[in-house]
């Protein structure tokens, strides 16, 4: 009985310690846990979310401001300021996609201020086309003119819509892999185009495309390259633009917030198949859209 006992207290001697074994590593794992959560939660509240500082030919300078009321800009354009979740304001300027590398100047209140841009090799992509093809009918010339005397006021307004409110990342404004990339230097038959001033979104007909941030739509139409087309005022002279588009969801003057679905997928326009073209522009130079969504 007492051997008995004895073992019985061995077994539960031999059982208790594995056990006591897994608590002390269940306690650790979940204290490991613990702190990665504290310190990931620490992160995401004091996290400085702004868009990707990237001073290339399409990128974009975020430059922290001294003070709220400082006065930008950029080749004699206003700049935007914004206040990320600490309230620091800074100017984020946009750099066209023709800027040259080196020295570029900048104004706060009046005084020249300069930074310094890389150099970024951009894809080519040389196509053959028929000739037809790649120069517009002559009796398209005027319509063009005009579509694109109005794309250029749409991108040159400067608002105060989204003012005060801190940076929030753009969402993505369809669900597709990227076919063209941002700044692609195209060749038609050896002929230099203009570089691919936004994203392709390859995406089938009809898919739904969404605002990516709060804004108002202040231009809409069918235009002759880009097909039906939306541009959507961010504030500030931050401008995006959506083309080739099946269907239009929401008119001149509309308010929109982030995640409502603006229109369907297309492949009005010239192109050759449905996808959506996103252009975001800044201070008026067309910049690479990703900036905005990735953080
Ligand atoms: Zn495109």
Redesign the pocket.
Known sequence: MKENQRNLKSIKLEMALPLLTIFHASILVLFTLFSFSMISHADTENETLLPIDSRIPGGIAVIPLKDKTDNVSFKGKKVWKVNDRNDQTWAVIGIPLSQKVGQVEYKINGKDFSFSIKDKAYREQHLTVKRKHSNPPADQIKRIQKESRLSKTAFTTFSNINKNKPYEPFLLPAKGPIS?PFGLKRFFNEQARRP?S?I?IAAPRGSNIIAPADGEVILTGEFFFNGNSIFIDHGQGLITMYCHMDQLDIAMGDTVKAGDVIGKVGSTGRVTGPHL?WTVSLNNSRIEPLLFTEN
């Open positions: 063209s691919h936004g392709d073209h």
